[in-house]
């Protein structure tokens, strides 16, 4: 039999079938190299197209061009998948957004989200990899659990008891670069700069002496509260108002599941007498049948009142708490300066606006009540 040879320099001067050939030897280790791995020896990007972003520590991190799935490993960070409207590309969660009621009203589909972090410390790992995201944000306990146990890239986001304003602004920004969405970042900013302005302007010129003394506390039986180096320091000054505990320093302090809280006396209160009392669990009426508060002026003049709660409690340094927690305290303080504005009106408008949740008047009345904060805690715990 004769046998048929190979005439290679033949074959290269057809130059069509050489040209599908070398197409082909690239496919054969082009895809392997861009489709990615699953599960612990997943790499970054699912497609050859990476971008670099920048966290909130300035680590480099390269993640795909279009990022569609991302792990919100933060207690009160979920809410901002909803301020940037990107919730569809959150692939998993932390229990607290799962768990907030206003949340569950407006995205059924929260639900379903796998819950991969509980509090801080306690990751899923075996869940967050069958999420499959392209990108873990965390804090940097949650975050350097998961650099150590998973090869899945991490951002690190910054957040603290003593950010404010400024604080809130950058890690809005921070996502909004992450998800592509600057312009609803840069809304939220502009809403949030507006609402301080206002808020100072209705409450500039009161003279030191005059301005309303607030007591951030949580109960008659639960003596903590947030010091003068926390972000509530500033939200009741631009309230225009003072800090009872402008004195006390509880940055770096955990009282129970409540980082940034302090324990404090009756004395210290008692000594404070504050015109206002803002507590966080119970009712107002226990301050009333308890002999220990009666001398205060809050309590005598009826000056005890419910911290609101929304997506999210709003004793925390959160963007939806930046905004809302002054106006709320401005307007308990010195109603006579708000009189042509409506605190109820207020929340539905920023909700509508920022989060495109179309709040009914009752639901309104359950944020301004406090009434969504119970089930918000049993996420935390």
């Not at 007591?215 to 926390?230: A, C, S």
Request: hydrophobic share 40%; charged share 25%.
């Amino acid at each position: 039999m004769k046998r048929t040879s190979f005439n290679f320099k033949s074959y290269r001067n057809n130059s069509y079938f050489f040209k599908a050939a070398v197409f082909l030897m690239m496919l054969i280790f082009i895809i392997p190299a861009c489709s990615g791995k699953s599960g612990e020896e997943r790499v970054a990007a699912d497609t050859c197209d990476l971008r670099e972003i920048v966290d909130m520590e300035g680590n480099r991190i390269s993640v795909p061009e279009n990022l569609e799935r991302v792990a919100l490993l933060g207690g009160p960070t979920g809410q901002v998948a909803y301020i940037l409207g990107v919730q569809e590309r959150v692939c998993a969660v932390t229990k607290t957004i799962v768990t907030s009621e206003l949340v569950g009203i407006f995205d059924p589909s929260i639900k379903t989200r796998p819950v991969v972090r509980t509090v801080s410390g306690t990751v899923h790992i075996e869940e967050l990899i069958k999420a499959n995201p392209q990108l873990v944000i965390a804090g940097d306990i949650d975050g350097g659990i998961v650099q150590k146990k998973t090869s899945i890239p991490v951002a690190f986001f910054s957040q603290g008891m003593s950010h404010g304003v400024k604080e809130v602004k950058n890690e809005i920004r921070f996502y909004a670069s992450v998800f592509k969405a600057e312009k609803r970042g840069e809304a939220y900013c502009s809403y949030l700069d507006s609402m301080v302005s206002m808020i100072k302007k209705r409450t500039s010129g009161i003279p030191e002496k005059q301005k309303k003394v607030i007591f951030n506390g949580y109960g008659t039986g639960h003596l903590v509260t947030l010091g003068g180096d926390t972000f509530i320091q500033e939200r009741i000054e631009i309230a225009g108002c003072r800090n009872a505990a402008i004195d006390i320093r509880t940055t770096g302090k955990k009282e129970g599941l409540h980082s940034g809280l302090g324990e404090i006396s009756m004395e210290q209160v008692l000594a404070w007498d504050p015109d206002i009392i803002v507590i966080d669990m119970g009712s107002c009426d226990e301050f009333e049948k308890d002999e220990r508060w009666a001398p205060i002026k809050a309590v005598k003049n009826g000056k005890v009142f419910i911290q609101p709660a929304g997506v999210f409690i709003w004793d925390r340094p959160t963007a939806e708490a930046a905004v809302l927690h002054p106006l709320w305290f401005a307007m308990t303080a010195y109603p006579e300066r708000f009189k042509d504005i409506s605190f109820s009106d207020e929340v539905r408008k920023f909700y509508r606006e920022i989060f495109g949740f179309n709040l009914t008047d009752e639901q309104a009345r359950m944020v301004v009540s406090g009434l969504f904060k119970s089930k918000i805690m049993k996420g935390v715990k």
